[in-house]
């Protein structure tokens, strides 16, 4: 055993269902598309996988098309004879399921490891928009001190982190939104998966609908129906995959400080300073040694503040290394959300993002491929969750 | 006080923070705070998290507190709803005790950051929704 269990682990396979909005099929229909296809992708056959790890989950409300299939239904489906399942939500964000599943490997509780996470929010949400699924008449847990206040939706809770950005650091909207201006560009390279592709301009972007200031419609990430499933294996299984391997070289799992939408003590930097601190403490790599970064961005300013939080620019100055976006271009210091992000690509949850990685560490990216790509970093959530993946090409 | 928000929900009937819903019946805001160390705690819980005593229990705040960030929602979640002030304001009388709230008696767009602001209350669900109105300048 390694003395980090991430490193006794692979990511061995990766593959999505048909991803798009409102397309009306099953999450479980999703679900085991994407899951054998991944099968395949990994060189594996369904015999060979017993265990299963989503997010969030069977015990999540499936209602707004949050949630994908239970383990359970996935394990009936497929007839797979497991010796560990899990599905659960409170994870250090989204890939806490893949770290869950690294873990069971290098314990040697599993040896392939079906991981997935299903959306239909789309399909959910009909033609009625976000507010079709939102407003309980209570209430509750830590909703207690948001909704009744009409904090409604996330974006109600990530706008004042980008206010406050902006005044405490000068940030602009022009800043902000080179992030979906740049990703709109990367997602065209990328046209059978993207939801949006076609070409947007910064002045398109200044003069889109306000959602809630200073966030507009675009620097909010867009609903899709979809599954990505993703097989984390023993990493002696590396040599035997037909499209490559991917290394998990270090994870970012930490929870530190008050982790709330209003507590934590520098809005600015949230849950995601803690992931990213703990994450560098786990490896000798730099944020200079990384090739390609897909951020989370659920909303632009969530990717903003973790260019801050992993170091690849100072707290409060990503506002200047946004200017112009040719720093996060496909030719930049850092290319970033290389498939479109979730502003463009559909919000996959992460997985999205978690898939462009291992296809850019394959070099199977096209026309989007950063060339030489050996190093990749992944983050998943904001505000009070987050957790980050540094992955390396396996050579 | 007049209501910005048409939908707004009750809060759940914790019994930690029911006292905290009710305060607002003498027109005074409470957070808990601690007897023995003077910490104050939000959101409530039943124990300081500073020294762990469980001598906690309500006492009034002045009232008074800054704007640290908000946003005004624009999108009509609730069709016909005005566009709001969701803000989140510190007090005074801790480092970092913040609450999340609304900002309203004033044009939408003269809220800042920064701002002074005096709490006010929305009495609506059978509970006293604090809301903070722009201090007189
Ligand atoms: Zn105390």
Known sequence: MSDKFEHDAVISGVARSAIGRRLGRSALDLTVDAAGAAIADAGLARGDIDGICTYPGGSADVTFGYAGPPPQEVQDALRLNLTWFQGSAELPGQLGAVVAAAMAVSTGLCRHVLVYRTVTESSAQGSGGRAAVLGSERAHSYGVWSAPFGGTSPVNWLAPVAMRHMHEFGTTREQLGQLPVTFRRHAALDPEAAVFTAPLSLEAYLAARMISTPLCLLDCDVPVDGCTALIVSTAAHAPNTPNGAVRIEAVGTAARGRLSWDQYADLTSMAAQGASDHLWSRTDLRPTDVDVAQLYDGFSILALVWLEALGFCGHGEAGPFLEGGANIALDGRLPLNTNGGQLSGGRLHGYGLIQEAIAQLRHAAGARQVRDAEVALVSNGGGPIAGALLLTRDR | ?137
């Open chain 2, 1 to 137: 006080m007049q209501d910005p928000l048409l939908h707004r929900p009750a809060p759940s009937d914790d019994p930690l923070g029911r006292f905290f819903w009710q305060s607002g019946a003498d027109g005074v805001l409470r957070f808990l705070r601690c007897g023995d160390c003077g910490y104050w705690l939000h959101p409530p819980s039943s124990r300081c998290p500073q020294c762990l005593s469980a001598n906690v229990a309500p006492q009034p705040v002045s009232g008074r507190a800054t704007v640290h960030t908000f946003t005004i929602n624009v999108q009509p979640w609730t069709p016909g709803q005005e566009p709001y002030v969701y803000a989140i304001v510190e007090f005074p009388e801790q480092d970092g005790l913040r609450l999340t709230t609304n900002v309203v008696g004033c044009p939408i767009d003269e809220v800042r950051i920064g701002q002074q602001v005096r709490v006010a209350f929305v009495d609506r669900n059978d509970a006293y929704y604090p809301v903070f109105v722009p201090e007189a300048t």
